[in-house]
């Protein structure tokens, strides 16, 4: 069974720098889907980013990016320019090639400080 | 093209009693997923339907839960016979067919007494 591992429960950041938020991921597949949600205090969940793991090159979404290391079976999330509004859980998913059930990490808490 | 929809927002029962969320799926989608999040916790997958079928249970408790999406009307996920254990966040998503992302449902927070 696949398994998603966040091992950073919290993280914070001063306002306008650079946060990465790591994950790790274990599956004996080779084609699946990478993606990073985003939950606010209002619960709804936002989706980030998402890497498909046949493309090499690293997902960009504005200020958000990732670094996909597919040996290592990593895929951390880079946010640029924090602000006060990326405050919020953010979770790590995988999704196996014609499975459609997303696994997703016990999250990690982003603070910023202004 | 308004979002997933799902109703109530917010949910309190009864040790016992049984409790019904529903979750409409954004327009043109046929892919309908629930998703349970406890306290603390990341969300774990319960059930995969498509109108009329049941395609992927096997997050689903082997007792008192029970899901289906109809031809007509919203997708509705039941619990019968709520225990505490029950409380949680439950979160649906919908896709449209060959669609590798998933579209979230704001929730429905079930608090059992």
């Known amino acids: 069974a696949q398994t998603v591992t966040q091992s950073q429960p919290e993280m914070s950041v001063q306002e306008a720098e650079t946060v990465t938020l790591s994950c790790t991921y274990d599956t004996s597949e080779s084609d699946y889907y990478l993606f990073w949600y985003k939950q606010p205090p209002s619960r709804q969940m936002i989706l980030v980013i998402r890497q498909e793991a046949y493309k090499q090159q690293n997902a960009t979404e504005n200020r958000f990016s990732v670094n996909f290391q597919k040996a290592a079976k990593s895929f951390s999330l880079k946010i640029s320019d924090s602000q006060l509004g990326d405050a919020a859980m953010y979770f790590c998913?995988?999704?196996?090639?014609?499975?459609?059930?997303?696994?997703f990490g016990t999250g990690t808490r982003l603070t910023i400080i202004p | 093209n308004a979002g997933v929809m799902q109703n109530p927002r917010h949910l309190v029962r009864r040790r016992g009693q049984e409790a019904r969320l529903r979750c409409s799926p954004m327009?043109?989608?046929?892919?309908v997923y629930w998703y349970r999040q406890l306290p603390e916790e990341g969300l774990k997958f319960m059930v995969y339907?498509?109108?009329?079928?049941?395609?992927?249970e096997s997050g689903m408790p082997k007792e008192r839960f029970s899901a289906e999406f109809p031809k007509e009307g919203p997708s509705i996920l039941r619990i019968q016979q709520v225990v505490r254990g029950d409380s949680a966040a439950y979160f649906c998503?919908?896709?449209?067919?060959?669609?590798?992302?998933?579209?979230f449902g704001p929730g429905t927070r079930l608090t059992v007494l």
């Open positions: 998913a995988y999704r196996g090639f014609g499975n459609e059930k997303l696994t």
């Open positions: 339907l498509q109108k009329e079928n049941i395609i992927d």
């Open positions: 327009k043109g989608h046929s892919h």
């Open positions: 998503a919908s896709s449209p067919r060959l669609s590798n992302e998933q579209f």
